[in-house]
């Protein structure tokens, strides 16, 4: 994946799509899988905002049940598939559990009646999966047995425990990132840190955008058919107020990562102790739900917390008094865990639209249902659509359905399905580093697979190309690992150009806490001397991870 600014004006693209969150990188890999030339620009790095909030859980859709809607079932059911099978070595099955009480819509009973209905419902859900990947069906577990996976749980009138199975993301900042190498690979141009300045059009048509590369500063003028915008909270700059509920309101849905292994085995709903009313279920249950999802070896991701937001979309970003909020709720929710400030290590922020909150209601946020794609042709721009992406999961639906419309346009037409690029063999003789390596190359392996699937040989390569495999010189970092050569393919191969898109969201390395001191100067050197960063770049850099994790730093005293 190379950045090839010197094409973006010499071809016309039949769709240019702006934001490369989740909806637009998978939406960029299906049109051109579909035959569809196909540009991507992103004005940060790609997946760095709403898309890097998340609890990586992969929903299928259980919890609509509540609300008697089959068809978003549906939706979230084979776009689970979809991502499972896209990306086996990131998304994997994860075990929930929920404590069930007493004997109405709460008890066991109403549950396992709840699953039998799911499990018709989702009755493909694990249609071509590798057997390791496949998700059973849905069960319940007695009050012993729930009592043993969450110590210390109310015990009065628990008659057992509901259990299902979804899917986790290992890194939800990968998966995107996937999806823009794959496009990228099928042909599609795409391109971070390029904010597109506004839609161009003649005679009330869409004829492309004005992008400015941010790097060089240079402003270029992009042909498109087509143009959607998929650009998370920042919609309304780019649709101006063609969206509807122009000026519409957004809440803040944040979650924390501490530095406790709170459950065994299962990822734990449970109940908020606040009044909440979901107004379009059929059936209430009071209560908002709130995850507790094991998270690599020694942490617990804890989530979602919702409030209204009233700020500029640009200044938004998580205060250390939001996240003591947090864990103060969380005490009450489950007061065993008797956290503080100290055990949270992560914290991490995004926009959602909402449709409405009471301001004397302390949880009354009530987001937006679905997903949705706008047209804007009955607005006087043909040729332009907007996506508000809602759910992280079904951006596969929404992407199928976009490439629908794109067939229905008698100016595209259809198209001959795309055709994968092979990549030229590299003709480099790993023997001797394999060798060199000894025991260690099965470890490096286990790593890179893990964590890039088909692609590790890749990355391999270039450590082949870096020589020195000596331990020093092979590991930026053991736990977790990093290697150096990882750095060097990012940035020669997946556009990372700053170190917060290596630590953020090319490796795992800072998304359960912050790297030491240490291990980011020893990235920032590397990066360093790939790009030519002088002492005070790197140490900018160095400071631009910290400010990250700032809200967890206790304040400086006056």
Not at 311 to 330: C, H, N, S
Not at 368 to 387: A, C, E, N, R, V
Not at 393 to 422: E, H, N, W
Not at 453 to 471: A, K, M, N, Y
């Amino acid at each position: 994946m190379k950045r090839n600014i010197g094409k973006w004006n010499a071809e016309i693209y039949d769709l240019v799509i702006v934001g490369g969150g989740i909806h637009g990188a998978v939406l960029a890999l299906a049109a051109v899988r579909a035959g569809y030339r196909t540009a991507l620009f992103e004005k940060g790095d790609f997946g760095h905002s709403t898309s890097a909030n998340s609890l990586k859980i992969i929903h299928g859709g259980i919890r609509y049940l509540q609300h008697g809607d089959l068809k978003r079932m549906r939706e979230s059911i084979v776009s689970r598939r979809a991502m499972m099978t896209f990306a086996p070595h990131l998304v994997k099955p994860l075990a929930c559990l929920m404590p069930t009480y007493g004997h109405g819509i709460k008890g066991r009973e109403m549950m396992r009646a709840a699953f039998a209905v799911y499990d018709m419902v989702a009755f493909d859900r694990n249609r071509g999966l590798p057997m390791d990947n496949r998700l059973p069906p849905g069960t319940s577990i007695s009050a012993d047995a729930v009592k043993w996976a969450i110590p210390g749980i109310r015990e009065e009138g628990l008659t057992g425990g509901a259990v299902w199975y979804d899917a986790i993301a290992g890194n939800t900042e990968r998966l995107v990132l996937e999806y823009v190498l794959e496009a990228a690979r099928y042909g599609a141009e795409v391109a971070n840190y390029a904010q597109v300045l506004g839609v161009e059009k003649k005679d009330s048509r869409v004829t492309g955008v004005t992008v400015r590369d941010l790097p060089s500063g240079t402003t270029i003028a992009v042909n498109g058919r087509m143009v959607v915008n998929a650009a998370g909270p920042w919609l309304e700059r780019l649709a101006g107020g063609r969206l509807p509920g122009a000026g519409r309101l957004w809440a803040t849905a944040a979650n924390i990562v501490v530095k406790r292994r709170l459950f065994r085995n299962y990822a734990v709903g449970l109940e908020g102790y606040t009044d909440y009313t979901d107004r379009d279920a059929l059936i209430k249950r009071g209560k908002r739900l709130f995850f507790f999802v094991p998270w690599q070896e020694d942490y617990t991701m804890i989530g979602t917390s919702y409030k209204p937001y009233h700020g500029a979309i640009d200044d938004f970003a998580l205060r250390r008094e939001d996240v003591a909020e947090i864990v103060a709720d969380i005490n009450r929710i489950y007061p065993p865990a008797q956290l503080a400030m100290a055990d949270v290590t992560f914290c991490h922020g995004g926009l959602l639209p909402m449709t409405e909150a009471d301001a004397s209601r302390v949880d009354s946020v009530q987001l937006d249902k679905s997903s949705q794609i706008i047209d804007h042709g009955p607005d006087g721009i043909p040729g332009f659509y907007s996506i508000k992406g809602v759910k992280y999961t079904t951006a596969p639906d929404i992407a199928d359905k976009m490439v629908r419309l794109l067939q229905a346009q008698t100016l595209l037409g259809s198209r001959a399905p795309g055709s994968y690029r092979s990549l030229a063999p590299r003709r480099l003789d790993h023997g001797p580093v394999i060798r060199e390596l000894g025991r260690e190359y099965e470890r490096i392996r286990r790593h890179l697979e893990g964590l890039y699937g088909t692609r590790w040989r890749s990355v391999f390569e270039t450590l082949v190309e870096q020589g020195d495999v000596g331990r020093d010189a092979l590991w930026l970092s053991e736990d977790p690992p990093l290697l150096a050569a990882e750095v060097l393919y990012f940035i020669r191969e997946e556009m990372a150009s700053t170190l917060a898109d290596v630590v953020l969201r090319r490796s795992h390395l800072g998304s359960a806490e912050c790297p030491g001191r240490a291990t980011l100067n020893r990235i920032a050197e590397v990066m360093g001397g790939e790009l030519a960063w002088t002492e005070e770049e790197r140490a900018g850099q160095i400071e631009g991870v910290l400010q990250v994790y700032a809200p967890l730093r206790e304040p400086v005293a006056p």
